[in-house]
């Protein structure tokens, strides 16, 4: 996994059976580990191990930049991912950069949110909602 950092935008690659542990940027120091903010997906690859491998739940927000919902939700998944920071591990995926994930998961409308547990697809949601009303419809 790679996990850009806030403070300095230095990229930091981190195994994704650390995302429930503290870690910090290689550059400039600032916490990275317990993630509170969503991470980026930049590959397949990436999300497949973040899915596998995590030791927490994993919500992954399928979107694309030209969404006015997934422009809506997105600051609640940042409320999401900044309230339940290691509990879980929120990800967004874009749809236009990655259509052959999204095409794997059979996602018809965006923004869909999946929740994974334990590597397996867990529950799914569509469209835009709050940080309370996400996290109350993916039990997270």
């Given at each position: 996994m790679?996990?850009?950092?806030?403070?300095?935008?230095?990229?930091?690659?981190?195994?994704?059976?650390?995302?429930?542990?503290?870690?910090?940027?290689a550059s400039c120091k600032a916490q990275l580990l317990p993630a509170s903010h969503p991470i980026a997906i930049g590959s397949a690859a990436e999300l497949d191990e973040l899915v596998k491998n995590a030791p927490?739940?994993?919500v992954v927000?399928?979107?694309?930049?030209?969404?006015?919902?997934?422009?809506?939700?997105?600051?609640?998944?940042?409320?999401?991912?900044?309230?339940?920071?290691g509990k879980v591990v929120v990800a967004k995926l874009d749809t236009d950069a990655l259509p052959d994930v999204?095409?794997?998961?059979?996602?018809r409308s965006i923004p869909t949110l999946i929740a994974f547990r334990g590597g397996r697809e867990s529950k799914r949601i569509s469209g835009a909602m709050s940080a309370r009303e996400i996290a109350q419809e993916l039990a997270i």
């Amino acid at each position: 996994m790679v996990v850009t950092c806030t403070a300095c935008s230095t990229p930091n690659r981190l195994p994704a059976a650390r995302m429930n542990q503290r870690a910090k940027c290689a550059s400039c120091k600032a916490q990275l580990l317990p993630a509170s903010h969503p991470i980026a997906i930049g590959s397949a690859a990436e999300l497949d191990e973040l899915v596998k491998n995590a030791p927490l739940p994993v919500v992954v927000d399928f979107w694309a930049a030209w969404c006015g919902p997934c422009r809506m939700v997105a600051p609640e998944l940042e409320k999401l991912s900044a309230e339940r920071a290691g509990k879980v591990v929120v990800a967004k995926l874009d749809t236009d950069a990655l259509p052959d994930v999204a095409g794997r998961f059979a996602i018809r409308s965006i923004p869909t949110l999946i929740a994974f547990r334990g590597g397996r697809e867990s529950k799914r949601i569509s469209g835009a909602m709050s940080a309370r009303e996400i996290a109350q419809e993916l039990a997270i």
